[in-house]
């Protein structure tokens, strides 16, 4: 089942902070989150395998909540190269729950 | 080259034609994918190859669509009799092993006329 993500687009100006979520129905092994920038390949950002994880580069951070079957990324002082629509990808605990991207953020931060 | 490469790049076809799309993945990796995305949408996932395992197929949209991977590198995705709600780009990606991060070619954008 894909994961749903929230919310669908958001609009930022340079500066401000972001929080995208995303929750699955099934329990997880691990979440990915990707960007892609209009015409391009998606770019991976970071995973998270653990419970609880949270890892960080630069001003985007991300969260793996185990129990709730949910993460977030956090996007602290924007910047205009954010832009882009953000996907999760999850991997279900269960054999036979293979890998499966959420619908996408779409994420815009304007001067 | 070190990344995912995919090709061709572009192919317009007509309705009806078969098509074969290849993708060849960053040396030495075992996990490879194959997704489509139409205009202004999602990734959707069509098939996965793991190592020597059974391929996971679960997301090929019809009996039109298969794909093969050979000797555990280069993929080929063929798409026979062409539709024209088949017309998207189509992403591959690899990486090292399942549950890593993913590394995406540029994509086949596909136009069916």
């Known amino acids: 089942q894909q994961p749903v993500q929230s919310p669908q687009a958001v609009i930022l100006r340079e500066g401000e902070d972001a929080v995208i979520n995303c929750s699955s129905s099934?329990?997880?092994?691990?979440v990915h989150w990707y960007r892609q920038k209009h015409g391009e390949a998606p770019v991976f950002l970071m995973i998270l395998l653990k419970g609880g994880e949270q890892k960080g580069h630069d001003k985007i951070s991300a969260s793996f909540n185990e129990k709730k079957q949910q993460s977030s990324l956090y996007l602290t002082a924007s910047q205009l190269s954010y832009s882009g629509t953000y996907f999760c990808g999850t991997e279900g605990k269960n054999y036979g729950q293979n890998f499966v991207f959420g619908p996408g953020t779409r994420l815009s931060v304007l001067p | 080259g070190a990344g995912v490469s995919q090709s061709p790049s572009n192919k317009v076809t007509e309705k009806g034609k078969d098509v074969e799309l290849r993708c060849d993945p960053i040396?030495?990796?075992?996990?490879l994918y194959w997704y489509r995305q139409s205009l202004g949408q999602g990734l959707e996932f069509l098939i996965y190859f793991q190592g020597n395992s059974a391929p996971d197929k679960s997301g090929l949209p019809s009996d039109r669509f298969s794909a093969e991977r050979t000797g555990g590198s280069v993929s080929t995705l063929t798409i026979q009799r062409t539709q024209q709600e088949d017309s998207a780009v189509y992403l591959c990606?690899?990486?090292?092993?399942?549950?890593?991060?993913?590394?995406f070619g540029d994509g086949t954008r596909l136009s069916i006329l």
């Open positions: 099934k329990a997880l092994y691990s």
């Open positions: 040396s030495g990796h075992t996990a």
């Open positions: 990606a690899s990486s090292s092993q399942q549950n890593q991060p993913q590394h």
